[in-house]
């Protein structure tokens, strides 16, 4: 019959062996966790990549088509006609200048026509301003609203 201590052995070695295979599987995780990121990382920049050719192979189509129509001398005509106002010889030509309903002319905003006079001279405003920015050592943030000067009027 085998003793308790043979029995408390078996159970230990079971143990080392899970403790063995338990510290290879980690082993393995770290040694390929890497990979596998690069891995990962190089397939979403495939993708990535993938997805700007068809986009650019679309924009080649779509300007091939432009190209395409550039051919046609009914579509010229018309381009001239519409981009530089071109016309055959004897037609009459009338160019729309302001294309707005009169209500929407009339209910435009008129600025006033009077003139206003200003509170302050404006050039005794500049230089003090000159002066106080080339005296003062505080900064651009440290100033408010300029100081009031009395003029004489």
Not at 18 to 33: R, W
Not at 92 to 100: E, G, I, M, N, Q
């Amino acid at each position: 019959m085998p003793s308790s201590r043979d029995a408390a052995l078996g159970q230990l070695r079971v143990s080392w062996l899970l403790l063995v295979l338990v510290g290879i599987v980690v082993a393995g995780v770290v040694v390929l966790a890497p990979t596998i990121g690069l891995l990962l990382e190089q397939r979403s920049d495939i993708a990535a990549a993938e997805a700007q050719v068809a986009a650019q192979e679309a924009n080649v189509e779509s300007l091939q088509e432009e190209v395409a129509r550039w051919d046609d001398p009914a579509y010229i005509e018309a381009q001239a006609r519409d981009r530089l106002f071109y016309v055959h010889p004897g037609e009459t030509s009338f160019v729309l200048l302001d294309d707005r309903s009169t209500i929407e002319a009339a209910s435009a905003a008129v600025p006033p026509a009077t003139l206003e006079e200003p509170d302050r001279d404006w050039a005794s405003t500049a230089a003090s301003s000159f002066v106080v920015a080339g005296l003062t050592s505080a900064g651009p943030s440290s100033f408010g609203e300029p100081a009031q000067t009395d003029t004489p009027e």
